[in-house]
């Protein structure tokens, strides 16, 4: 029972609360939608700079695939108390991780290796954290280590701007902000083979979506 309210209140958040911010609150300029994955298993990686964007690249997609999209966050953060648990896992959907040097034997992959094999579209954040406004710095190299265990699975980079002047890092009140939404084509392990490869293109691809909106390339 509490499962079905659950899916009933996440459906309701995005479908009233976070399209009704995207579309009246926020105006935002989205190219290439159409690359965005119609199905998982999937990765989408963008570059962070608030907490808007979690919301604003679920509200790409469609509602019917709200119960696959799965944002990786961090489990210190987000889990740190009864309320914010809930609200983190039921409504928003995330995949909690830990962050730091892991213990012996412990894996800090498996929870999105184990959301991939089932199917489900990561929206994840290389960077780690949220940056400063509008500046994207180097992605850590957990994105390659997770794409190496999954080759065949598209890796979707997407360059967002302005969201971190709607909603800056350490701000609670929201500043209405024209926002711009870039997606990059699908990236493949398996095409480079290797983890170095596979982090220069794609950073090569955010850089390329970055230079399309005349916006500066990472750090």
């Known amino acids: ?11 309701l958040f995005f479908a009233v609360v976070v399209r009704a ?26 570059n962070h700079n608030s907490h808007l964007d979690t919301l604003v690249l679920m509200s790409l997609f469609p509602l019917r695939l709200l119960p696959h999209l799965r944002p990786v966050a961090a489990m210190d953060y987000f889990l740190r108390n009864r309320f914010l648990a809930w609200f983190a896992q039921e409504i928003i959907g995330i995949v909690p991780i830990a962050r730091g040097r892991p213990k012996k034997g412990e894996d800090p992959l498996a929870p999105v290796t184990a959301a991939l094999n089932r199917g489900e579209i990561l929206i994840l954040y290389p960077e780690g ?31 967002l ?19 711009d939404v870039f997606v990059g084509t699908p990236l493949r392990y398996k095409e480079c083979k290797e ?18 909106g005349h916006f500066p390339p990472w750090e």
């Open 129 to 159: 954290t949220r940056g400063e406004p509008e500046r994207m710095s180097t992605f850590k190299k957990g994105i390659a280590r997770l794409a190496e265990r999954a080759p065949d699975v598209p890796v979707v980079p997407v360059y």
């Open 195 to 212: 983890r170095g490869a596979f982090m220069q293109a794609l950073m090569a691809r955010m850089n390329a979506l970055a230079a399309e």
């Open 21 to 46: 911010l995207v579309l009246l609150v926020l105006g935002m300029n989205v190219r290439h939608r159409e690359r965005l994955p119609g199905k998982g298993p999937a990765i989408v990686v963008a």
């Open 161 to 179: 701007h302005g969201l971190g002047k709607a909603l800056p890092k350490g701000d609670f009140v929201l500043v209405p902000f024209f926002c």
């Open 1 to 11: 029972m509490h499962g079905k309210i659950n899916r009933f209140l996440r459906w």
